[in-house]
């Protein structure tokens, strides 16, 4: 491949090329020769291993063709010997003597290295050093490192080492090599050759007859290339560490030495991949076989040591567990566990490190392993199948745990039915119905304290990360309350979990302070929710897992709901976004309906649960429901379409902090002493937010002007502590138009009133007129077939549309259309 022409000849009067077979060291040979205005080459192959005489000839050929004496040639090659292994220190003085009295510069290609017997390569060796200058200058290709002190030549500047993963082809190469049409194709290519010029070659021809080629299975047809050609090249202490090791992934040389039962074989595996780019040394120092290899080695290894295979996976784990303990060794080491098939050292294994599987946000693994390991070597243990379900729902899949949960082993044991409920009432709230979880939690109750008091657990686990069942049920029930919308009791009960922190994991505290961090900013009390929130995060950070952890969710629900509350929506929906990433991964449908919640709050009507594919649904959560119809029908109403919002408003019910968007509808269709009664036939809130939000429901429906200032002054107070300005902006439109702007006085109404003032203008209201436009766009075509079904000119149906156009912030009808819908002004058409 004339593309490795990249890698510049060097300065140096030796180049050493040293790679594998099929690694493009012919082609960039032949691509340097090309360049050179006075070259030769030559090649040798493992039949000059036994006849010495024959390299003699190819270098007497290279010497000619670079224009040497013709006589001192002759003279050369008489004193070669006719048969053995060594060229003679004769042969090396003429025909040294020979190159050096060329009067022109040149430079000497001697490819296939390798063959040469080490005698003979070392004589070579010889005639190139006495040779050699930057004018007179030498390139050796080589599978092997030739029998020459190398490392002390390119120290010395004789010589410069062009290795494997210098010839290795990058993605830009790979996908200028493909057609054009296949580039799309190029990091497949790459991952599955490595960059190996053999492996590209083949797969590259391959594409152009088939370009839905499956490349995973067909690069494995290299593998026979690789056994065939690569292998037999090694020599034998080298073959038995790759092929032992071949069964890791990736591994630091420690765990090399002690699978392969090799004390060399750090030393065997840095030569190993400095020759070959089929072996990678990643930056941590861990290596790493290329797919081909990898797969070459285990075909090798089968051949070989056929019963070895399960002996050295289990000397494998013992080999990590000895590693520095993380839990990247914990996993290899069951991977190995599983592979040898250890299946009772696999169980305990788990058994001990589930709470730091848990730590990790890795029940994956732990469901994935025990999946691995056959049925009958755990079902009817006790603790692993209520550990299997605890980690099915944690992952998101209720249907493996529910079936678990009813196994005749756990059902007909009293206690462990208790323990089922609790994991399923700890999940549940999140995934699934919160008022579920209550209920179990309560049947559970008086069984699971037994259950601490009693001196045995009767083979069932410990509950993972919480020391006892009842306060574990406890934090479920909290969790829970702050999902329905019960600020009170979840704020009592999750406070009240707080106090037994030396009983609770890290994690879970970081969950508890996140539901009791959203439970106050709904409330109100941002101060403490903040911190809260923010002593969640730390938690998790001190756990190293707060980039990917769903159970710090419910803080920066907190954190968001905070923001909203202090006016700074584009902080919130930010918050809002990252909540959102997290929970889809584990399909955390109820924690995604909050985030809809809380940007419902902060006047966005969106659904995150809409993001997910496939579709989520939500439990039917009431404070969810409430939040999210209040904001669409005030959409609504802003629009003009009154009647419509008042009667999606009527499909919930009023919630204390909806109150504004019922006032703000209510008020376009209904007197304001008529909405006044409606309103003192509400509970009068208790909490600061609630208080609040009433206050200015109060003021916009007041029987005079100095009532309503008085009441919104009032709400301002109580929202000075913590800085509510946001709710104080999401007063009902109306109060704003009965405050006198001239004599509003209090610093949160003024600073309330001049943020509004700035924000981007509301839509302005569509005329009833210009509604029935809206709705007739989806069926008719155009001006003159809308202007028909209006009776009305073409020029009035275009004035229409035109406000309508303004009014919605759109240029084009079927923008209109979509905005419309969006709004819930226009019904979809069924038929498209």
Not at 135 to 146: E, H, K, S
Not at 304 to 314: C, D, K
């Amino acid at each position: 491949m004339a593309e490795r022409d990249r890698l510049a000849l060097g300065d140096a009067p030796l180049t050493a090329v040293v790679a594998a077979a099929g690694f493009g060291k012919t082609t960039l040979v032949e691509g340097w020769r090309r360049r050179q205005a006075r070259a030769a080459y030559g090649t040798f192959d493992a039949f000059y291993r036994t006849n010495a005489r024959d390299v003699g000839l190819v270098l007497a050929d290279c010497a000619r063709e670079l224009g040497a004496a013709e006589d001192v040639l002759v003279d050369a090659i008489g004193l070669l010997p006719p048969d053995g292994d060594r060229l003679g220190a004769e042969f090396v003085f003429r025909t040294a003597e020979a190159l050096r009295g060329i009067g022109e510069p040149f430079v000497c290609f001697l490819d296939d290295l390798q063959g040469l017997s080490a005698e003979t390569g070392r004589d070579v060796g010889r005639l190139i050093s006495t040779v050699a200058d930057p004018q007179r200058r030498f390139v050796v290709a080589t599978r092997i490192d030739p029998p020459w002190p190398l490392q002390r030549w390119r120290v010395a500047g004789f010589a410069e080492v062009v290795t494997a993963d210098r010839l290795r082809l990058t993605g830009d190469e790979i996908a200028e090599l493909l057609p054009p049409e296949l580039a799309s194709r190029a990091p497949a290519v790459s991952r599955v050759t490595g960059g190996w010029p053999a492996a590209m070659e083949v797969v590259r021809w391959r594409l152009a007859a088939d370009p839905d080629l499956d490349l995973e299975k067909e690069v494995l047809d290299l593998v026979d290339y690789v056994i065939e050609e690569v292998l037999p090249e090694l020599p034998e202490a080298e073959t038995r560490v790759l092929t032992r090791t071949s069964i890791l992934q990736h591994f630091p040389a420690s765990v090399a030495v002690a699978v392969s039962g090799e004390v060399t074989a750090a030393r065997i595996l840095h030569d190993v991949q400095r020759r070959t780019s089929m072996v990678t040394q990643l930056p941590d120092g861990r290596y790493s076989y290329q797919a081909v290899l990898r797969e070459a080695l285990h075909r090798k290894l089968s051949q070989v040591e056929p019963e070895a295979e399960e002996h050295l996976h289990r000397r494998a784990a013992e080999a990590w567990l000895d590693e520095p303990d993380t839990f990247s060794t914990l996993s290899n080491a069951m991977d190995h566990l599983i592979a040898g098939r250890a299946w009772t050292e696999a169980i305990e294994l788990t058994r001990q490190r589930v709470g730091e599987i848990d730590r990790h946000a890795r029940l994956d693994r732990f469901v994935g392993w025990l999946d691995a390991i056959p049925g009958r070597q755990w079902r009817d243990d006790l603790e692993m199948a209520l550990l299997y379900c605890y980690a099915n729902l944690r992952i998101g899949r209720p249907a493996q745990a529910l079936e678990g949960l009813h196994d005749p082993t756990i059902e007909r044991n009293a206690r462990a039915a208790a323990v089922a409920k609790l994991i399923y009432a700890w999940t549940t709230g999140w995934v699934t119905d919160p008022r579920e979880a209550l209920r179990l939690c309560d049947e559970a109750e008086p069984v699971l304290i037994s259950l601490d008091e009693a001196a045995q657990h009767e083979g069932i686990p410990q509950f993972p990360g919480v020391s006892r069942f009842e306060l574990a049920a406890g934090i479920a029930a909290g969790r829970a309350n702050a999902m329905l919308g019960r600020w009170d009791e979840a704020a009592e009960g999750l406070r009240r979990m707080l106090r037994h922190r030396a009983e609770v994991g890290a994690m879970d505290q970081a969950g508890v302070c996140g539901s009791l961090s959203y439970v106050l900013a709904m409330q109100g009390d941002v101060a403490a929710a903040r911190a809260y929130a923010e002593e969640a995060l730390q938690l998790a950070r001190d756990a190293g897992l707060a980039n990917h952890h769903v159970r710090i969710v419910p803080a920066l629900l907190g954190q968001a709901a905070s923001s909203v509350v202090t006016g700074d929506r584009d902080a919130a929906l930010a918050t809002l976004r990252d909540a959102a990433s997290r929970c889809r991964p584990l399909r955390a449908a109820n924690l995604l309906a909050s985030c809809g919640q809380i940007a419902a709050m902060a006047g966005v009507s969106h659904s995150f649960l809409a993001e997910v594919d496939p579709p989520l649904t939500a439990a039917t959560l009431p404070i969810v429901e409430q939040f999210v119809t209040a904001t669409a029908a005030r959409d609504r109403s802003r629009l003009g379409d009154h009647a419509g919002a008042e009667r999606l408003l009527q499909t919930t019910s009023p919630h204390e902090l909806t109150l504004a968007a019922w006032v703000e509808i209510l008020l376009c269709r209904a007197e304001r002493r008529s909405v006044a009664r409606w309103l003192l036939r509400l509970p009068v809130p208790t909490d600061r937010h609630g208080r609040i939000v009433r206050l200015l429901a109060e003021a916009s429906v007041a029987a005079s002007a100095a009532d309503a200032s008085r009441r919104a002054t009032e709400a301002a107070d109580l929202a000075t502590e913590g800085s509510l300005v946001g709710v104080l902006m999401n007063a009902p439109a109306q109060l704003w138009e009965r405050l006198d702007p001239e004599r509003i006085t209090h610093p949160m109404l003024l600073e309330a009133a001049a943020r509004l003032g700035t924000r981007t203008a509301l839509p302005e209201t569509l005329t009833s007129r210009e509604l029935e436009v809206l709705r007739l766009l989806p069926y008719v075509g155009s001006t003159s077939e809308l202007a028909s079904r209006l009776f009305v000119s073409v020029n009035t149906a275009n004035w229409h549309r035109s406000n309508i156009y303004r009014k919605l912030g759109v240029r084009r009808r079927r923008a209109a259309i979509e905005r419309g819908i969006e709004l819930g002004l226009v019904t979809p058409d069924p038929h498209g």
